[in-house]
């Protein structure tokens, strides 16, 4: 028996992937969490095989939930099911751990598919997910700043400006704009905060 945990802050959501499961011979919920700190108690305790995780949660979202699992209860799979695919999205989910990555439009028979699939410890892919990674892998340096781009984003998660930034780093303002959005390129994101908050993540920054 495949001891599963769901993972979602929507009641609803919980409830209907319960219902999903319970004509499953050979998989059984055994309990479910409103966020990613219950959901990583919740593991430990019921012993879980399986954590269907979702991303965006109150408290502790799905990544640092999945790091945690990774920490503690490595023999824990994870497999993240959410409406999000975005690059910004899927590689931190992936990197702090996870096993697969759904999303939320998935079929029933799918997502059982998947749960047995990541308790033999086999990776499961959305097609946009596997897309995302692809492109990453395929990108020269994707994913990977440089150690000046590092020093770049720290003085920007610090709260320099890009001119306080260049005094800093003895360069000009142009420079600190092209290595932002190098940054941006290669962390999936749009802007200065999101950028900051992909660097914690990634744990980039300190």
Same mark, same amino acid.
């Given at each position: ?22 004509d499953a011979e050979d998989i059984v919920v055994v309990g479910e969490a409103g966020d990613g700190a ?72 799918? $997502?059982?598919?998947?749960? @047995? *699939? %990541? +308790?033999?410890? !086999? ?6 997910? /596997? ?55 290669? $962390?999936?994101?749009?802007? @200065? *905060? %999101? +950028?900051?908050? !992909? ?6 920054? /300190?």
């Amino acid at each position: 028996m495949i001891r599963l945990v769901v993972v979602d802050d929507h009641p609803i959501v919980r409830g209907g992937l319960r219902d999903t499961f319970a004509d499953a011979e050979d998989i059984v919920v055994v309990g479910e969490a409103g966020d990613g700190a219950e959901g990583v108690e919740r593991a430990k305790l019921l012993a879980a095989d399986v954590v269907l995780m979702d991303l965006r949660m109150p408290r502790m979202d799905g990544v640092a939930a999945t790091a945690a699992l990774r920490d503690l209860l490595p023999s824990v799979r994870v497999l993240i099911l959410t409406t999000f695919d975005s690059e910004s999205d899927v590689l931190p989910a992936i990197e702090a751990g996870a096993i697969g990555y759904l999303l939320k439009d998935a079929l029933p028979d799918e $997502l059982m598919r998947a749960v @047995r *699939a %990541a +308790a033999r410890g !086999e990776s499961v892919l959305a097609p946009s997910v /596997t897309q995302h990674l692809m492109g990453q892998v395929r990108r020269p340096g994707a994913g990977t700043l440089t150690d000046r781009e590092k020093q770049v984003l720290q003085l920007v998660a610090n709260g320099n400006s890009n001119r306080e930034a260049a005094t800093a780093l003895f360069i000009g303002e142009a420079s600190i704009k092209t290595h932002l959005q190098h940054i941006y390129g290669k $962390l999936g994101v749009r802007d @200065r *905060a %999101a +950028a900051v908050a !992909e660097g914690y993540r990634r744990r980039l920054l /300190t």
